[in-house]
């Protein structure tokens, strides 16, 4: 088989990325390790910046997302017992974001690749990249019990942390700087309507709490959590006690319960590989970074990374001109680096650090009281969290 670009991942970063080449007249395949409907279920992050709603929608799939999602102009931060919002819009010059969950986004990026004819295939796991060094670089995959070859242009990696795209560089090219937390998130999902108009980040001295939904019946909610904890440890009474008493407030405000029906935790940590490419190998979305779901980064950093890379492309396709694919790497590392040192901010200041002196935890309280009081400083969380233009 042979294709322009050859995508292995069908999460958020390499479904876009064939959906906006496609726009582009340019052919691409995309290899996916896992069935369609696991990728369709997968429970992942829920809040896109305005930059990417605006992507998604001017390339044919904000449809849905206009429907169904949930724009919110705030956030509020409580500590103390008291709640402060942060107003995402006027710190920003009307910018905000969408409550609207990745895995629909996933949904609607494949039904799209269908409806086009694009190839996606599932169950199809890429083994290796081959002659990156070259202008014909090739991925061998198994698919349907036998391996194949398929033959391209150019690669692209968009296949996670765990993928094999980001090892394929040879030994020695990339810089990996990265950190790990000593805590990790419970995450549950609730058929209970959320208990707030808009999201709650808590900080408490048991721990953070994050109070986040999917729809107007369907709460999502985080709790920090050792990393070596397990969820069998936490009964769903004892989730719900948890919660209550992280987002106690001096006031009347209440948390609802319901059925928890799905329960998992997740570790933490920041990774950035670079440079993003190498030769006729690109790598986007988790391939290349990671960083704690504090600051609500992740899926956002893909969808930048690709709707750079999709421009860089199509200038490659159209104008036989390399400029904006050499610039790939630099640029997008721009952005990534601005949401690792927000995404770190935002998980030091929230959560509680098992290993802090006294002294940073007055440090911690009196960065807290800044924000809420200061307009720069919470207008400089604002623009950090609605996000910055994409291009
Ligand atoms: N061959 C084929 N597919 C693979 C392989 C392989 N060898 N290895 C991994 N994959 C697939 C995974 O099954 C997954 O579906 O690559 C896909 C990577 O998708 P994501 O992990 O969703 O990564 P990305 O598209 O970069 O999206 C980033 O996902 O993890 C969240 O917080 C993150 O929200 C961010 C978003
Ligand atoms: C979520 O809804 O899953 C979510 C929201 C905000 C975050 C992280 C996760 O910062």
Not at 31 to 41: H, M, T
Not at 144 to 155: K, Q, S, W, Y
């Amino acid at each position: 088989m042979r294709t322009r670009v050859g995508i292995i991942g069908a999460g958020p970063a390499g479904l876009l990325l064939s959906h906006l080449l496609h726009r582009q007249g340019i052919d691409s395949v995309v290899l996916e390790l896992r069935s369609r409907d696991y990728v369709e279920q997968r429970q992942r992050a829920g809040i896109l910046e305005h930059g990417t709603a605006e992507v998604l929608r001017a390339s044919g799939a904000g449809e849905r997302m206009d429907r169904q999602g949930l724009p919110h102009e705030g956030i509020e931060l409580r500590f103390d017992g008291r709640s402060h919002r942060i107003d995402l819009t006027a710190g920003t010059g009307g910018r905000s974001v969408m409550v609207y969950a990745q895995t629909e986004v996933v949904k609607d990026l494949i039904a799209l690749r269908e409806q086009a004819g694009g190839a996606v295939l599932f169950g199809a796991e890429a083994l290796s990249v081959d002659g990156v060094d070259t202008t014909a670089p090739s991925i061998r995959y198994r698919h349907g019990g036998a391996e194949r070859t398929l033959d391209c242009d150019i690669v692209v990696a968009c296949d996670g942390f765990h993928g094999i795209g980001r090892r394929s560089v040879p030994e020695g090219l990339l810089t990996v700087s990265e950190r790990t937390y000593p805590f990790a998130w419970l995450g549950i999902l609730a058929d209970v309507p959320p208990s707030c108009d808009e999201l709650v980040y808590a900080h408490h001295a048991r721990g953070f709490a994050l109070h986040s939904m999917r729809s107007p019946r369907v709460s999502r909610l985080y709790l920090q959590v050792d990393p070596a904890d397990s969820t069998d440890n936490w009964p769903d009474e004892r989730i719900w006690d948890e919660l209550d008493t992280r987002f106690t407030t001096d006031g009347a405000w209440r948390l609802g319960r319901g059925p928890i029906t799905e329960k998992g935790i997740t570790p933490m940590r920041s990774f950035v590989a670079e440079p993003m490419r190498h030769g006729r190998l690109f790598l986007a979305g988790d391939a290349a970074h990671i960083v704690p779901p504090t600051g609500a980064k992740g899926l956002n950093l893909a969808v930048a990374d690709v709707t750079l890379l999709a421009r860089a492309l199509a200038h490659w396709h159209i104008r036989q001109d390399e400029t904006l694919l050499d610039g790939y790497s630099e640029t997008a590392l721009r952005r990534v680096w601005r949401a690792e040192h927000f995404s770190y901010t935002m998980t030091s200041l929230l959560h509680t650090d098992p290993g802090a002196t006294d002294f940073d935890r007055r440090l911690q309280l009196s960065h807290l009281r800044y924000i809420a009081s200061s307009g720069a400083a919470s207008a400089s969380l604002a623009e950090n969290y609605a996000g910055l233009p994409v291009v």
